[in-house]
């Protein structure tokens, strides 16, 4: 019997944009990278990719397409490929020293319901805005130590590498309870963890190799787990109120969580939790010094600072993409989506969607509403929201009233990665009041 094929209607992506929302490289650059997204919401909405190298990939930038996938997670799942886009080289490198399975890391985003309910539902508590306001007098105490250290320094400085990298390791680090000695190895495994695509943040010994995006995660979290298993061992025997003792003495469907569980949650919180923030409370800095109506603004009226904290994390998207499987054939914006598809979920080109942002380009703390999609969406939306925000209002509420002026005093850099990242130097000149 003679085999009859469909012919092929799916909107393929041009090479040169399908490329650069693919490549890590692109992402140091906004203008090439948001200038790709533009594009494609203009054009080609939902498309595929074909990179060599690369699995084909639907490419999602509206932010109603993101949030639709985002909220149907039975239909469109983490877990049932890699989560985080890497290059087929380095996915068969994971599968050949992971049995098979390309879940490396046994945190949240590599699972799907019912187990992603019952393991987010062991911190989901600890995160919610309530309790999260309880800790702001600890964040506080920790955002001045901050910003007294930055204001030691002459006048001039790298607001990245010298202020805002810092404290919100030292929160997270803080409430999970690493003692403040071992936070330069903290900070160094997430920026080899997020920037294993970038040659100032890889490891010599694999910087060279054809897979060095999976070999870099390898021997990061081998690290990680190293430190964390001594660390939770601790809080078994010793429980305090710390967020590292809940996870260690947690208890999921009636049994203690697993070690790999356990670990992946350290892990994630451990890196998700300062990366993100410090580079969005750069980009609202650096927003500010492009359009500095909004520096007028909040300093004549502090008490737009929290308009000032959405607006940069809107505008920065430290997140750039988390991946997503269809379950079945299923339609989305008019386009059949077969079974196993992967869907690469495009945060920064969602939160710059013209048809909910005006001017969406630009930096405005008067954006009102301000619904941006930075956090995600649906069952998976960030857990650390509410800390991640009250830790940069609180930064900024200490050092606003500090600064009489602020200017760039070089070119701001950024990490190449499609994956977390954003600001990995901001030089500034400033003047103090
Ligand atoms: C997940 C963004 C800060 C912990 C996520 C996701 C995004 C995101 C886009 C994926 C959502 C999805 O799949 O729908 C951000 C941004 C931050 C930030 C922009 C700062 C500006 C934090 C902080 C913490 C944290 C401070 C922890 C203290 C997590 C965790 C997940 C997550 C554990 C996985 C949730 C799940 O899969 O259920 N975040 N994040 N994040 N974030 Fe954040």
């Not at 098979?100 to 799907?112: C, E």
């Not at 356990?262 to 451990?270: F, L, R």
């Not at 909004?294 to 300093?299: F, G, I, L, P």
């Not at 008067?366 to 069952?379: D, L």
């Amino acid at each position: 019997m003679a085999t009859t094929f469909e012919p092929d209607t799916r909107p393929m992506i041009p090479d040169d944009i399908a490329r650069i929302v693919v490549s890590p490289k692109s992402y140091t650059n906004d203008e090439v990278v948001y200038g790709a997204f533009k594009w494609l919401r203009e054009n080609m909405p939902l498309g595929v990719a074909e990179v060599p190298g690369y699995d084909p990939l639907w490419i999602v930038t509206k932010h109603a397409d993101i949030r639709e996938v985002e909220k149907n997670a039975k239909l469109f799942h983490n877990a049932d490929h890699n989560p985080v886009l890497n290059d087929q080289a380095s996915d068969a490198f994971t599968r050949e020293i992971n049995n098979g399975s390309l879940r490396i890391l046994s945190s949240l985003t590599y699972m799907d319901p019912p187990e992603h309910g019952s393991f987010r539902s062991v911190t989901s508590n600890w995160f919610l805005p309530g309790k999260i306001s309880k800790l702001e007098d600890q964040v506080r105490v920790l955002a001045r130590q901050s910003v007294e250290n930055l204001l030691s320094f002459d006048g001039e400085c790298d607001f990245v590498k010298d202020f805002a990298l810092h404290y919100p390791l030292r929160v997270i680090m803080t409430l999970f309870g690493v003692p403040p000695e071992d936070e330069p190895r903290m900070l160094k495994l997430t920026q080899e963890f997020f920037g294993v695509h970038d040659p100032e943040e890889q490891r010599p010994e694999i910087a060279a190799d054809p897979v060095v995006g999976a070999k870099m995660w390898a021997a990061t979290l081998e690290d990680f787990y190293g430190y964390f298993d001594k660390l939770s061992a601790a809080r078994r025997e010793q429980p305090n109120d710390d967020l590292l003792s809940l996870i260690a003495n947690s208890r999921v469907n009636g049994l203690p969580i697993p070690r790999a569980e356990a670990n992946g949650y350290y892990v994630a919180i451990a890196t998700a939790g300062h990366d993100t923030t410090s580079s969005s409370t750069a980009g609202g800095l650096h927003g500010m010094l492009l359009y500095p109506e909004n520096w007028d603004k909040v300093k004549a009226d502090p008490a737009m600072i929290p308009k000032l904290v959405d607006e940069a994390i809107r505008w920065t998207a430290p997140v750039k993409h988390f991946m997503r499987n269809a379950t079945e054939d299923t339609e989305l914006r008019g386009q059949t989506i077969r079974a196993m598809d992967r869907l690469m979920i495009c945060y920064p080109s969602g939160c710059r969607d013209e048809e909910v942002f005006a001017d969406a380009d630009r930096f405005d703390i008067t954006r009102s509403p301000n619904q941006h999609i930075a956090f995600g969406f649906g069952p998976h939306m960030c857990l650390g929201q509410h800390l991640a925000k009250l830790e940069m209002r609180v930064l900024y509420e200490e050092l606003l009233p500090h600064l009489k002026s602020v200017e760039l005093a070089g070119e701001p850099r950024l990490v190449e990665t499609n994956f977390v990242g954003g600001y990995k130097s901001l030089p500034i000149r400033f003047t103090k009041n």
